[in-house]
């Protein structure tokens, strides 16, 4: 079983709260758009291909490197939740030579995303067990672990922004 779908099942059904964190915020984080979209793990895009509801596009990050973009239409059932999604809003936080030393708040979630303007111990502590595992495992695999630390760096530049 590759690596995205180990972090995948190994997260399962957690959520950030065990109630419906989307009732603070309207389900933020969905908004859906042509413009904005989740950022999919190496691979994962072979699942969204022609699927309905979701599109794909080929952006480059600030590193100048490519990555895809699942554009989605703001709903989606759980089985097809990416990766991304459900991390969110934990980003990992990682030594130089990429180990995991944990997760705190994504710092790119902070306009939208209530949650991360409050500690992460407010969030279900199985969640954040899941989260932390689930980065440890794409660590573990190159490409994955690669791709990780692209994120973590995207994740600390707007995080400098905000001070
Ligand atoms: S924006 Fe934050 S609080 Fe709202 S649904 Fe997404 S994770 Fe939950
Ligand atoms: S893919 Fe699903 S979980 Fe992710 S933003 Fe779209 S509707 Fe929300």
């Known amino acids: 079983m590759d690596a995205v779908t180990r972090a995948v099942q190994r997260i399962g059904a957690l959520t950030p709260l065990k109630t419906d ?29 022609g699927r309905e509801g979701f599109a794909l596009r080929e952006v480059t990050l600030e590193d100048g490197l490519p990555a895809v973009l699942l554009v989605c239409s703001g709903s989606c059932r759980r089985e097809e939740r990416p990766l991304g999604c459900r991390m969110f809003p934990l980003m990992p936080r990682l030594a130089r030579d990429g180990t995991i030393l944990g997760v705190r708040m994504d710092a790119r979630g902070r ?27 794409l660590a573990e695999d190159p490409r994955q672990g690669a791709f990780l630390r692209r994120l973590a760096a995207q994740e600390r530049a707007v995080r400098r922004l905000f001070g």
Do not use: S
């Open 21 to 49: 964190c989307g009732r603070l915020c309207g389900a933020a984080c969905c908004g859906g758009g042509a413009e904005e979209g989740m950022l999919l793990f190496p691979g994962e895009e072979a699942f969204y291909q």
């Open 111 to 137: 306009p939208l995303c209530p949650l991360t303007h409050g500690p992460k111990a407010a969030l279900d502590p199985a969640f954040l067990a899941a989260v932390e595992e689930a980065c440890r495992i």
